[in-house]
């Protein structure tokens, strides 16, 4: 079998971070581009959540990037988010799915980030967390609201960064529409941190 080959993913995912301002997301681009001609440890992974992902994939209000993913979709490492350690309760580990790759546990080792994909099916409830890294996620396809800090959950879309500062809680939730996102970890990124802060405000105006 052919050595997997992300670098157009790992183009395509820098340029989606590359195009904010962040000092994180200049970290979680050069990490990509750092690793593009590295060779991932895959460990595919067809989870039940994978046919609503593959479908959001197909959706035309996507970043241009959705067509980078769609044929690596199957081969990557994909876990159901937080799970296997017990760090998030099956009723809502199971309706979410999340790539690691590039990190500590990714398909291409670095300890001084992580950068993979984070994607959650319709209708589900991702109540409020918390941890120690700084955090970013930049929304690729599908709508959810997102909220941090003091502030109402707010329905984001395709192209919206959500920028978490270290121990900020927050929170995404979907309704009608599954979400995937890329997402970078920076500065303290042991997930042991990780915790459930509680459920949230009601959903702003
Ligand atoms: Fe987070």
Same mark, same amino acid.
Do not use: S
């Given at each position: 079998m052919a050595q997997l080959d992300l670098s157009p993913l790992f183009s395509a995912l820098a340029d989606v971070l590359a195009s904010g301002q962040e000092e994180i997301a200049t970290i979680g681009a050069a990490a990509l581009r750092r690793h593009a001609g590295s060779s991932p440890v895959s460990e595919p992974a067809v989870l039940d959540t994978n046919t609503a992902i593959e479908n959001l994939l197909h959706?035309?209000?996507?970043?241009?990037?959705t067509t980078q993913i769609l044929p690596v979709l199957d081969q990557l490492s994909w876990h159901y988010s937080g799970y296997d350690d017990g760090r998030i309760s099956a009723d809502v580990a199971l309706k979410m799915q999340t790539v690691?790759?590039? !990190?500590?546990? !990714?398909?291409i080792f670095d300890d001084s980030c992580r950068v993979g994909l984070f994607a959650q099916t319709a209708n589900t409830d991702y109540i409020i967390r918390t941890h120690a890294a700084e955090e970013l996620f930049v929304q690729i396809a599908g709508e959810a609201e997102w909220m941090k800090g003091d502030e109402l959950y707010c329905m984001r879309g395709p192209g919206d960064r959500m920028h978490h500062a270290s121990f900020q809680p927050h929170a995404s939730r979907t309704i009608d529409s599954a979400l995937i996102a890329v997402w970078v970890w920076a500065g303290?990124?042991?997930? !042991?941190?990780y915790s459930y802060v509680g459920t949230g405000p009601k959903t702003g105006e």
């Open positions: 959706d035309p209000n996507g970043l241009p990037c690691e790759l590039i !990190g500590a546990l !990714g398909m303290e990124v042991d997930y !042991g941190t």
